[in-house]
């Protein structure tokens, strides 16, 4: 290997933000109904700091150079949501907004089948999780495309209790 190649290399492994060989899409899917939250609306479309969950998840993926289209799975009377949240947002990767299923993998699997045939990669990623990062997508799309697969985790530093059948603390997790 040549000192070019290896500097190559090296470069390659040392900046993220490189665009990675291929396409990559995004299905965000954002087809729940919020039972457990109650109340009159979905996750998705609480307003946080003047503007619904579900538009801070787009921009992050909006703004992530390693995704190339966004696709979104909704509820089938919030579809035409998306449409409006494209245009007041500059939204511009919003490719597709197709209604969701029964369950978040039939839904998941819904959003996967109309992704571009040239899309090599593809982020799953839940609506309701507003606080990802253009930075975190990147992360993960470049050790996908490393590993083959790949998942944004972070370590656990609360202390997590697990409750027996009894309904007392059984035991402790470890951190």
């Known amino acids: 290997m040549g000192v070019a190649s290896a500097f190559k290399k090296i470069l390659n492994f040392l900046v993220p933000n490189k665009k990675q060989p291929g396409m990559t899409s995004a299905v965000i899917v954002a087809g729940g109904s919020s039972t457990r939250l109650g109340g009159n609306s979905t996750k998705q479309l609480l307003e946080l700091c003047g503007k619904p969950v579900v538009v801070h998840t787009l921009l992050a993926f909006e703004n992530t150079p390693e995704i190339d289209e966004i696709i979104v799975v909704a509820k089938q009377d919030e579809v035409g949501l998306y449409e409006e949240f494209k245009k007041n947002y500059g939204i511009n990767k919003l490719k597709k907004v197709v ?25 799953i990623h839940d609506a309701a999780r507003c606080l990802v990062t253009p930075e975190i997508i990147d992360r993960v799309c470049a050790a996908a495309v490393k590993y083959s697969a790949a998942t944004a985790a972070t370590r656990c530093t609360d202390t997590v209790k697990i409750s027996g059948k009894n309904k007392f603390v059984d035991h402790t997790e470890n951190r």
């Open 99 to 123: 209604v969701g299923g029964d369950t978040r993998q039939a839904s998941a699997s819904k959003g996967f089948a109309v992704i571009s045939e040239k899309s090599r990669y593809v982020a």
